[in-house]
Nanobody, 113 residues
Framework: VQLQASGGGLVQAGGSLRLSCLVS????????MGWYRQAPGKQRELVAT???????YYADSVKGRFTISREGAKNTVFLQMNSLKPEDTAVYYC????????WGQGTQVTVSS
């Protein structure tokens, strides 16, 4: 299973970005998918998850601003990020999970104040 994350970039505070994670190999519909992030000097933290059945979970810090979704026809999970804040600056990683975990390479998100 391979994961390819994309969509990061530099944006001003209050702006929006949409991250994508393309999953190849295996059966996408069976995987729980997640987005994590790691800021410099900090541990990797959970941002949002979506189960194979579409149940979502969000960290309190992003609730109401970020939306995770998945599109089976494209084998892709998305993270729509609105009202971005400087503290959202991090490398964002996507994860696929079944009885194993697979990780993408990460995409940098930088939010300027």
């Amino acid at each position: 299973v391979q994961l390819q994350a994309s969509g990061g970039g530099l944006v001003q505070a209050g702006g929006s970005l949409r991250l994508s994670c393309l999953v190849s190999g295996g059966t996408f519909s069976r995987y729980a998918m997640g987005w994590y992030r790691q800021a410099p000097g900090k541990q990797r933290e959970l941002v949002a998850t979506i189960s194979s059945g579409g149940i979502t979970y969000y960290a309190d810090s992003v609730k109401g601003r970020f939306t995770i979704s998945r599109e089976g026809a494209k084998n892709t999970v998305f993270l729509q990020m609105n009202s971005l804040k400087p503290e959202d600056t991090a490398v964002y990683y996507c994860q696929a999970k079944l009885w194993l975990e697979w990780w993408g390479q990460g995409t940098q998100v930088t939010v300027s104040s």
